[in-house]
């Protein structure tokens, strides 16, 4: 076995098959309130964490505001979104638990 360190820098995407790994990373970071990704899901769970700022998640029928510090766990095949809320950076690691990103937009 090799221990390899990979530099990803910030809105950098991981796919892990390119590097032996079983999850897929997503490095977000946005300072414009209204912005996120629009409704979509995957076959495969994704846990954010949150690391500063606050968004809006939309998981399946709920709503929540996620903040820094926070974990969020969407399950597999659930419609989510979220968009950053105004009163900071959002910053968060999006992991999802598949070595390939899957996306099923649905708007």
Known sequence: MTLTA??????????????GS??????????????????HR???TETFLIHAGRALFTVGAEQLVGVGGQ???VPALVAH??????GGIYEATH???NDRFVTEWLE
């Open 6 to 19: 990979i530099d990803i820098a910030r809105d950098e995407n991981f796919e892990g098959y390119l590097h």
């Open 42 to 44: 995957h076959p495969y």
């Open 22 to 39: 079983e999850v897929s990373i997503i490095r977000e970071y946005a300072s414009t309130p209204g912005t996120g990704p629009r409704l």
């Open 81 to 86: 979104r979220f968009e950053v809320l105004d």
């Open 95 to 97: 992991i999802h638990a």
């Open 71 to 73: 974990i969020l766990v």
